[in-house]
């Protein structure tokens, strides 16, 4: 019998991404020997992340049922109304960001963080120097 804590526990890489991808799970439970995980992703991006994340544990996910579905208004990133025809994006930083981090969740690759850097250097000084709750515009 499949016990919660072994499949979370084997789960917890594609766990992370759905933490960190801002994903609201409704159910997380064992049913039928399989870890059943259901909830809402903010975009299609972070749908795909934890699938991807889910098949590069176990290609097969045959103790996982894993429903997810895509609601935008969880987005993290609210385009605020002046900047919204510049796509300017804000982002809070929460506990645990860097600029890679968030370059990699809007770019879909950390290496374009300069890009977060050149855009707030009025209030950055230093790429690797960012604060939980600080807001950082988000250059399309």
Do not use: C
Request: hydrophobic share 35%; net charge neutral.
């Amino acid at each position: 019998m499949a016990d919660l804590e072994q499949l979370k526990q084997k789960y917890q890489s594609a766990l992370t991404v759905i933490q960190q991808k801002g994903i609201r799970l409704a159910h997380m439970h064992v049913h039928d020997n399989k870890l059943f995980l259901q909830g809402e992703a903010p975009s299609e991006q972070a749908k795909n992340d934890v699938w991807n994340a889910v098949k590069a544990v176990d290609a097969n996910y045959s103790d996982l049922t894993l429903d997810l579905t895509v609601n935008p208004a969880l987005a993290p990133a609210q385009q605020s109304g002046a900047a919204a025809g510049g796509g300017l994006q804000t982002y809070t930083v929460k506990s645990g960001d860097t600029l890679s981090k968030i370059s990699k969740q809007f770019y879909g690759d950390a290496a374009q963080y300069m890009k977060i850097f050149e855009a707030n250097k009025d209030t950055l000084k230093d790429p690797d120097k960012i604060q939980v709750g600080q807001q950082l515009k988000i250059p399309s």
